[in-house]
């Protein structure tokens, strides 16, 4: 069944076209490159793994309830709408909860995948080509997973989000190199690599831990990527230049503050919207969610640079300003921990079974 057929909502069968702005820039300088950004590449390339091996796919998810998710995380609890829907309402809202928030995932790395071939052409300098080029895969290998994972255990899209889309569309067109890497690299892949911890950690079906782990161990490659790249250029810059990319920075955190409040879900249901927003704006649960979402993003623009009154104000203005406290090497870190962590898991799952299979051989031989 074509995926076209599975939308929430139909989307146009012709492709979006986003123009781009901009030159590819070629390099004659092949010797040498930034020991760090060389480093990431080469790590880039030892971390490769195959979506269709390393996944354990045959694990059933509960269409209602995607992740597993404890019922504290529902962003209408206590709500007198959620206390006046039915059972069969409330599965219904959680299959098409799980829908939207997979399908933004999917659409937010089928972006990174044109962002990062685009950053491969339009960056100066060779070292961050390499890297770049070992993004792409990546994000051709998540864009590959997310898309089973929908298709096959959840059998529902959702269309992108206009926010995202707008964000993607802004970072492609302009034709200041460094402006895809900031909209991407800091801006997308950091709220994502936010959200993805997030449900990575509270979920508790096996296989979207293991999705969002593995995912995880390479977006914190790719956020380190485009701190490095950006940080000395815009130490660079002019009072004007910075000035406008966190102008930049201020917008698309506005955008992507509200890229998860879920509003798509509300509409297709046919609930009462405008009170189903003022319930998640104003609780604690999406205060705290909302915080944590931005616990990547804020450390990151201050460490490139981009740290003017502006940036903080809006910040100050969302509530996650502290952030900027956050330790982004130690995050990465236990990333790349966790990841591993699933690894070894599985590993000891499928030798346990193995023993279990050969001694159960053994007392039927015996027998």
């Given at each position: 069944m074509s995926s076209f057929d599975l939308y929430t909502t139909p989307v146009p069968d012709e492709t979006w076209n986003v123009p781009m702005a901009g030159a590819s820039r070629f390099t004659w300088e092949y010797d040498g490159g930034r020991d760090r950004l060389l480093g990431l590449y080469q790590k880039g390339k030892d971390k490769q793994w195959d979506a269709q091996k390393r996944i354990d796919w045959d694990l059933e998810v509960d269409p209602d309830n995607v992740a597993g998710l404890p019922e504290e995380f529902n962003p209408l609890l206590g709500s007198a709408v959620w206390d006046k829907m039915s059972q069969k309402e409330r599965d219904e809202f959680g299959r098409h909860q799980g829908a939207?928030?997979?399908?933004?995932?999917?659409?937010?790395?089928?972006?990174?995948?044109?962002?990062?071939?685009?950053?491969?052409?339009?960056?100066?300098?060779?070292?961050?080509?390499?890297?770049?080029?070992?993004?792409?895969?990546?994000?051709?290998?998540?864009?590959?997973?997310?898309?089973?994972?929908?298709?096959?255990?959840?059998?529902?899209?959702?269309?992108?989000?206009?926010?995202?889309?707008?964000?993607?569309?802004?970072?492609?067109?302009?034709?200041?190199?460094?402006?895809?890497?900031?909209?991407?690299?800091?801006?997308?892949?950091?709220?994502?690599?936010?959200?993805?911890?997030?449900?990575?950690?509270?979920?508790?079906?096996?296989?979207?831990?293991?999705?969002?782990?593995?995912?995880?161990?390479?977006?914190?490659?790719?956020?380190?990527?485009?701190?490095?790249?950006?940080?000395?250029?815009?130490?660079?810059?002019?009072?004007?230049?910075?000035?406008?990319?966190?102008?930049?920075?201020?917008?698309?955190?506005?955008?992507?503050?509200?890229?998860?409040?879920?509003?798509?879900?509300?509409?297709?249901?046919?609930?009462?919207?405008?009170?189903?927003?003022?319930?998640?704006?104003?609780?604690?649960?999406?205060?705290?969610?909302?915080?944590?979402?931005?616990?990547r993003i804020v450390p990151c623009v201050k460490d490139v640079g981009l740290w003017g009154d502006k940036v903080q104000a809006a910040y100050a203005d969302m509530g996650v300003l502290d952030n900027a406290k956050a330790d982004l090497e130690a995050l990465m870190r236990q990333d790349e921990e966790i990841a591993e962590k699933v690894d070894e898991e599985r590993y000891a799952q499928e030798v346990a079974a193995r023993k279990q299979e050969v001694d159960e051989a053994i007392a039927l031989g015996g027998a």
């Open positions: 939207w928030l997979f399908s933004q995932f999917l659409h937010g790395e089928q972006g990174a995948l044109n962002v990062s071939a685009r950053i491969v052409q339009s960056v100066p300098d060779l070292d961050a080509k390499f890297y770049a080029a070992t993004q792409t895969m990546d994000e051709a290998r998540h864009v590959e997973l997310y898309t089973r994972f929908v298709h096959e255990k959840i059998g529902m899209y959702y269309p992108v989000n206009q926010d995202l889309a707008r964000l993607l569309a802004e970072s492609l067109e302009d034709s200041r190199w460094d402006l895809p890497y900031l909209g991407m690299q800091v801006l997308i892949e950091g709220l994502a690599l936010a959200a993805f911890g997030l449900y990575r950690d509270m979920s508790t079906n096996p296989l979207v831990k293991q999705l969002l782990a593995y995912v995880m161990q390479d977006e914190a490659r790719h956020v380190a990527f485009g701190r490095l790249a950006l940080k000395d250029y815009y130490a660079q810059l002019t009072e004007k230049e910075r000035a406008e990319r966190e102008e930049f920075v201020v917008e698309g955190c506005y955008l992507m503050r509200d890229r998860f409040k879920g509003r798509e879900v509300f509409e297709q249901l046919g609930m009462p919207v405008a009170e189903c927003m003022e319930y998640v704006d104003n609780s604690a649960m999406y205060t705290l969610y909302q915080s944590l979402l931005f616990s």
